[in-house]
């Protein structure tokens, strides 16, 4: 054998063992990945997957922490995507993580919002629901002038904690808020509008119908109608949402011989856009996969009905399966609206009736399957198809 051969074989060798170790450890590599340092996919692991699905399940998408990329993760995934309108491809590059984190801080840093909510996404720590009312009618309160520095730990409603004016957007009222703006403040800023009675989608875009919907907010309050969130203006606004919150016992709504249902008096204008958005689909019949595709479809099933419905309202721009829904909202009942959420089934609860797709007792209105209107709002909770999540949109 030529010496360059016999040098060969030991080089070889070498390689072979350097590569084997190299397999051995690429779990700990793997494990050792911070969240942002690589894209993942589907089928990837390690421990930057584990903390990618920390932070969705701190987003309000719930999701085990075992560092796999499963079915699970990827549909979450792309639910936060087009939540957040992004393009729903269930990988989570950098531009997804960004997106992500920033959500999970204003979750965490800001008495605005709540966790992963699918609408109108604050923290409301009174439990009345808004009475909407037409602008015409409302009495205009005086403009208020900038808080003394208060004890934040003395605060109860952070609906009107104390904001500190440093340009920043993680709170309404940081900085001047006018078309053509975005952020997690304009977030809020079309939520409390919508609480307060002036039905505004919740996209952080700040766009010509948001400025609509102040101005015809300014224009009842006595306040300039320009269309500009100024300091003063969005203590306005969060006075009027606080003041709302206080007020009213919920109603109950009345279902009609016709199978459609008829809102309370003096229920939120949101809530009377949901009811009147189920209304438009009784009768339809059930359809597995219904309404997931389209919102408008021939046919629903029990969370194509819910979605449907909730879009309706504004509080949800995509159609959600009953595990998505799962992760909707805000945790636990709500005063006007309620979720019910598992993996087999989901109906919710509206103005004290239920919204439902199943027969499993009680009087439905009309008789059968398919969405409907029923009078007990908790009749399937005993159906045998196991626990159910209990979410709602929050401050509703």
């Avoid at 350097?18 to 494990?31: D, F, K, N, R, T």
């Amino acid at each position: 054998m030529s010496p360059a051969r016999i040098g060969f074989v030991p080089r070889l060798l070498g390689a072979l063992t350097l590569a084997a170790a190299l397999l051995s450890i690429a779990p700990a590599l793997a494990a050792a990945q911070k969240l942002g340092s690589r894209v993942l996919r589907p089928g990837m692991s390690g421990g930057d997957v584990t903390a990618l699905q920390h932070e969705l399940t701190q987003a309000g998408f719930r999701t085990p922490a075992i560092g796999e990329f499963g079915p699970v993760t990827e549909r979450n995934v792309t639910t936060f995507q087009r939540r957040y309108r992004l393009a729903a491809n269930g990988v989570a590059d950098s531009r997804f993580i960004k997106a992500l984190r920033t959500v999970v801080a204003a979750d965490l840093n800001s008495s605005d919002v709540i966790s992963g909510s699918g609408g109108t996404g604050i923290t409301i720590a009174a439990t009345k629901p808004l009475q909407s009312r037409h602008p015409a009618a409302s009495a205009a309160p005086a403009v208020p002038a900038a808080p003394a520095a208060a004890d934040p730990s003395t605060v109860t409603d952070p609906v009107l904690a104390p904001v500190v004016q440093d340009g920043g957007s993680q709170h309404l009222g940081e900085r001047m808020l006018k078309q053509g703006m975005q952020g997690h403040d304009v977030r809020v800023l079309q939520s409390y509008l919508t609480l307060a009675g002036y039905v505004t989608a919740v996209d952080g875009q700040f766009g010509a119908s948001t400025k609509t919907s102040v101005i015809a907010f300014q224009s009842a309050s006595g306040l300039a109608a320009d269309g500009v969130v100024t300091y003063p203006v969005s203590l306005a606004l969060r006075q009027a949402v606080a003041k709302g919150l206080a007020s009213g016992p919920v109603g109950k709504a009345t279902i009609n011989a016709d199978g459609t249902a008829t809102a309370p008096a003096g229920a939120p204008a949101i809530v009377q856009q949901v009811i009147a958005a189920a209304n438009q689909i009784i009768g339809k019949p059930y359809i597995y996969g219904g309404g997931h595709a389209s919102f408008n479809d021939v046919g629903y099933d029990c969370s194509g009905s819910v979605s449907y419905a909730l879009h309706g309202g504004n509080l949800l721009s995509a159609p959600e399966d009953s595990t998505g829904l799962e992760s909707y909202g805000a945790a636990g009942a709500g005063s006007w609206i309620t979720i019910y959420a598992n993996s087999g089934h989901t109906w919710m609860a509206v103005a004290g009736i239920a919204f439902d797709t199943a027969d499993f007792g009680g009087p439905n209105i009309p008789a059968g399957t398919g969405p409907r209107w029923r009078s007990d709002p908790t009749g399937n909770l005993g159906d045998g198809t196991g626990g159910y999540v209990i979410r709602h949109p929050a401050g509703l």
